[in-house]
């Protein structure tokens, strides 16, 4: 039985392209639950956002609806796995708002009080963008790193800009309107897949950085109840921390998710090379909706020279032989996972 990381993803991994994940696993637990809470709340419940005719911004952008939407189909993916019964999971690690998704996977969290963590921080969002978001890449399209200096500048000489989130060989910046401007325009173009880069998230805040504090201090009155436990299986947080099973204080998962978590560096790239050097897992599972973690979490292996990889071209052919990541989207992949 091969030994997996489950990864969960942030909220911008719902895209155009991925209307009706949801299409078929009604029925499954966490759907119905996310869809109940939604449908208390008189809000738009994933299922029915999931089902539109067209994607639109303003429905499944807009941070009050996507952190739900996304940790739903998360959630969907993890029963699944669950339910087949065909891997053995030794460890779960997110990035960004995944963080809270995770916690609900791993069992450190509830699901209706998970729920109500992610309908809470995403409230705070709806129609209050506090800056904003940029990505930043590294590496070129062949994954080879390139000069730091630029974007070493940038976060020295521009006031109010910081690192948000490290993702493998790029970075996204948060920072306040004016920064995210001037990083904007001074910054060198560089391509990241087929766009060119640096680009902002749309309706992003600076998450992550010290522009949330307000936030925290806001979640840390509204959500201080919050029922957390010990995970019933590893979890792995944004500063390559883990929380064991039994061993973990309640107390410090909330200071954390509440408090660091909020204002401080999201560092997914140092979350997987923990994974790997605490676990040596046979294969990470790329959880949905989609798989925009499998780079980052690619290139945060080669970092650490898994299994002797160093260039994209190693981690190509080794994923053709055996796969290290399992996206739930390809069929011959997700047999590996569901059977």
């Not at 062949?142 to 993702?167: F, K, N, Q, Y």
Request: charged share 20%; glycine share 8%.
């Amino acid at each position: 039985m091969r030994r997996v990381i489950l990864v969960c993803p942030g909220r911008g991994s719902y895209t155009r392209e991925l209307l009706r994940s949801l299409q078929g696993a009604d029925r499954l637990p966490s759907v119905v639950a996310a869809d109940t809470f939604r449908r208390m709340l008189g809000r738009p419940t994933p299922t029915e956002m999931d089902a539109a005719e067209t994607y639109s911004s303003k429905l499944h952008v807009a941070g009050e609806n996507a952190s739900v939407l996304t940790a739903t189909c998360t959630l969907a993916d993890a029963d699944r796995v669950k339910r087949a019964g065909q891997v053995q999971v030794v460890g779960v690690l997110g990035n960004s708002m995944g963080w809270y998704t995770a916690l609900m996977v791993a069992g450190a969290l509830p699901l209706q009080e998970g729920l109500r963590l992610i309908e809470t921080m995403g409230q705070y969002q709806a129609n209050n963008v506090m800056g904003g978001q940029i990505v930043y890449p590294l590496c070129d399209n062949d994954w080879a790193p390139m000069s730091t200096a630029a974007v070493e500048a940038a976060l020295r000489d521009i006031p109010g800009l910081h690192v948000s989130i490290r993702l493998g060989r790029q970075l996204v910046l948060g920072g306040t309107e004016e920064a995210i401007r001037t990083a904007l325009k001074n910054l060198p173009e560089r391509k990241s897949g087929e766009r060119s880069a640096p680009f902002q998230l749309p309706l992003h805040s600076a998450f992550h950085t010290p522009l949330l504090a307000e936030t925290a201090q806001r979640a840390q009155s509204d959500l201080r109840d919050l029922a957390f436990v010990a995970p019933d299986v590893p979890l792995i947080d944004g500063r390559g921390q883990v929380f064991f099973p039994r061993h973990a204080d309640p107390a410090a998962l909330l200071d954390y998710t509440l408090g660091a978590q909020v204002v401080t560096p999201y560092d997914f790239t140092v979350s997987v090379r923990t994974a790997l050097r605490e676990f040596a897992p046979d294969a990470f599972v790329l959880l949905g909706p989609g798989a925009n973690l499998g780079g980052a979490s690619a290139q945060a292996m080669l970092d650490e020279g898994w299994g002797g990889m160093r260039t994209k071209a190693d981690f190509v052919e080794r994923q053709n032989s055996d796969p290290l990541l399992l996206s739930l989207l390809r069929p011959e992949q997700r047999a590996l996972v569901l059977g």
